[in-house]
């Protein structure tokens, strides 16, 4: 299996000699859902976004398809291959569902942008329909799908998602996580930070536990979602067996 | 009464509303305020004042276009202007405020932005003087037409125009793809760097969108009143109420703001006096303000 994305001892943090990330290790093959797991506080989302370019890195390397992509422009990030789905504000509220759509299409030929937009609405049809709507007036979940689409638009080899089921009701949470599934189906690579763990690994392949900013352990979605140490440590639950 | 304030108005106000657009853009996009616009304004003035003298060095004086005070030369001058003058904006942002946004503290920027106009300033009296001049010195007549309002060919074509810049502002910003990137990035920059906008081409657009628009705000105070240094510095505080009271980041906001500026300041001479002319600009805004924080267009801060 093809080595898509490759992490190699990063060290990432905001303010130097205080690093969050310290030297975290982890990958990605093609067509995987990677999953990362971890307590808070351990680092989880400022490893994706380091990856992302959004946090400076001081050491180590990240490789996309082999490529060191360490400590590119965020901006330029997404030309490489690499789409970042933020937790948070991660649409432009002000700009309609299809602007939103279009502003991200601008690194693809001109041309190819209405289809492009047209596609994404064939795979989330529920935007279709409010493609004229400001992208502020969606509901929570349908918010996150924008944000996927968005993401999705410009053909990553990866798609990396920070927390997608943050503050989505249950209901929207399953439909999210259904979604990840049919789109890495297509062939896509899915790097996911989740604090709702049960769901995350009922669609992942492979998971990374996270302590203090490296991977403390990492398996199989299902083993570790079975393995009580783990649960219990990490995972926040405590297997009945 | 006379009626005549509210063309004068119209016309004060459209030259605010041209002006806060830069003012209103820059807030939203490289989020400070730059007090150097009016400057702007100024050194767009007489960048075409140059121009027309340069072209009508060369080529002779040109005949007016119809009853207009101005002929070809002062349209090409114009175009001119707006380049030269977004050019002297790069070049600021080059030497000055890019550096200062590298660190990152929004006040430094703005002190930054009094030094550069009071700079600007300085040298535009040393080049050419504090003396007033003019693009021409033709008369015009005004014609009357009815309730006691008279208008100048100039007033009209420069409302036109006006008119044609903020509908192309409009146009622009809501239908190609550096509009809403400009759009994007003022509403979110973290994520508009992670969707792939290139910053650096989006400060530049704001830059050269802001100044051709001070520029023409310029040429048209020069048309119709005079060039002097100060007439930016004059503008300012108008255009920083019209940028605030239209909503921070709106353009359509900025010139219905302007206009209303404009047209109570000239209601203000007509019916109080004209030393209240200031204030009731500001008592207006400071209400609207009251009652609706995020001004006409503006949208709550989330």
Redesign the interface.
């Known amino acids: 299996m093809t080595r898509i994305l490759d992490v190699q001892e990063l060290v990432a943090g905001y303010e130097p000699g205080l690093s969050i990330v310290k030297g975290a290790s982890i990958h990605a093959d093609e067509g995987e859902i990677v999953v990362i797991l971890g307590p808070n506080g351990a680092g989880k989302s400022s490893l994706i976004k380091a990856i992302a370019g959004l946090v400076p890195v001081t050491g180590g390397q990240v490789l996309l398809d082999g490529v060191p992509i360490t400590a590119t422009p965020a901006h330029l990030m997404v030309r490489r291959g690499l789409a970042f789905v933020p937790q948070t504000e991660n649409i432009f509220p002000l700009l309609t569902v299809q602007e939103n759509l279009a502003v991200a299409g601008g690194i693809l030929p001109r041309a190819t942008v209405p289809a492009r937009i047209d596609e994404m609405f064939g795979m989330f049809p529920d935007l279709a329909r409010q493609r004229r709507l400001l992208a502020g007036s969606l509901s929570g979940g349908q918010r996150q799908m924008l944000a996927v689409a968005r993401a999705l638009i410009v053909h990553p080899r990866v798609l990396m998602l920070d927390e997608p089921s943050a503050g989505l009701s249950p209901k929207f949470v399953e439909m999210v996580f259904a979604r990840l599934g049919e789109i890495r189906r297509a062939g896509l690579t899915i790097v996911l930070v989740e604090q709702n763990a049960r769901a995350a690994l009922a669609i992942g392949d492979r998971a990374y536990v996270l302590a203090e900013g490296r991977e403390a352990h990492e398996g199989p979605a299902a083993t570790l979602w079975n393995d009580p140490v783990i649960a219990e440590l990490y995972l926040g639950h405590r297997k009945a067996s | 009464m006379s009626l005549q304030f509210i063309l004068d108005g119209l016309i004060n106000g459209s030259m605010i509303g041209l002006g806060a657009i830069g003012v209103t853009l820059t807030y939203a996009i490289l989020r400070f305020s730059n007090f150097a616009h009016g400057d702007l304004m100024a050194w767009g003035a007489y960048a075409t004042l140059a121009l027309v003298s340069g072209i009508a060095a060369l080529a002779g004086a040109a005949a007016p276009i119809g009853a207009l005070s101005f002929g070809w030369p002062m349209i090409v001058a114009a175009l001119g202007g707006m380049a030269l003058t977004g050019l002297l904006a790069l070049a600021l942002d080059w030497l000055l405020f890019a550096r200062l946004r590298d660190r990152g503290q929004a006040i430094i920027i703005v002190m930054a932005s009094f030094g550069a106009s009071m700079a600007l300033r300085s040298l535009l009296e040393f080049l050419f003087t504090s003396s007033p001049v003019y693009y021409s010195r033709a008369i015009q007549m005004a014609m009357p037409v009815g309730l006691g309002i008279r208008v100048t060919p100039d007033q009209i074509a420069l409302l036109v125009v006006t008119l044609a810049l903020v509908l192309g502002m409009h146009l622009f910003m809501t239908r190609s793809?550096t509009g809403?990137?400009m759009?994007?990035y003022s509403?979110?920059p973290?994520?508009?760097?992670?969707?792939?906008?290139?910053?650096a081409r989006i400060v530049r657009a704001t830059w050269l969108i802001g100044a051709a628009l001070a520029c023409a705000a310029g040429i048209m105070v020069g048309i119709l009143v005079q060039i002097r240094p100060l007439m930016g510095l004059d503008m300012l505080l108008p255009m920083f109420a019209a940028a605030i009271l239209g909503g921070i980041g709106s353009i359509p906001g900025a010139v219905l703001a302007g206009l209303i500026i404009g047209l109570s300041e000239a209601a203000t001479v007509q019916l109080i006096g004209a030393e209240w002319r200031a204030a009731v600009a500001f008592a207006i805004l400071m209400a609207v303000l009251f009652i609706r924080p995020m001004g006409l267009f503006g949208?709550a801060e989330?």
């Open positions: 793809q809403r990137e759009r994007a509403q979110n973290a994520l508009a760097r992670v969707v792939g906008i290139d910053v949208v989330r």
